[in-house]
């Protein structure tokens, strides 16, 4: 389980508009971020805010191996910043959602022992 926020940045060698695309059309997110059905995994993802060309956020709720109880949420936010060679600053940041954990849970510990 990720506890802290993932961040990775690249130029690309596209415009913007193209990354966006890609980013947003469900046929194109499908070849490039769906899981293998092979691995048992399934990704869902719901669009919380866009501003079209510049940012996207998804709500990313992955089921499969390493996922904490079965499913793990997460928010994935895409930035997107035109550069002067015509690509584009491409930052994405994969930020785990805190789920409080129940004094009852097995996962907590010290805290079922403290209830």
């Known amino acids: 389980m990720m506890d802290e926020a993932?961040?990775?940045?690249?130029?690309?060698?596209?415009?913007?508009?193209?990354?966006?695309?890609?980013?947003?059309?469900?046929?194109?997110?499908?070849r490039w971020l769906a899981p293998d059905a092979a691995s048992g995994?399934?990704?869902d993802l719901t669009m919380l805010a866009a501003e079209e060309n510049k940012s996207l956020s998804?709500?990313?709720?992955?089921?499969?191996?390493?996922?904490?109880?079965?499913?793990?949420?997460?928010?994935?936010?895409?930035?997107?910043?035109?550069?002067?060679?015509?690509?584009t600053w491409f930052r994405l940041t994969h930020e785990p959602v805190v789920m409080p954990v129940a004094a009852n849970s097995n996962l907590a510990g010290p805290l079922m022992l403290a209830a």
Do not use: N
């Open 58 to 87: 998804y709500h990313w709720r992955e089921a499969g191996q390493g996922a904490i109880g079965d499913v793990e949420d997460s928010v994935v936010t895409f930035e997107l910043k035109p550069m002067a060679d015509g690509r």
């Open 41 to 43: 995994e399934a990704l």
């Open 6 to 30: 993932l961040v990775y940045e690249c130029a690309l060698d596209a415009t913007p508009e193209k990354v966006w695309r890609a980013l947003t059309i469900p046929e194109y997110l499908e």
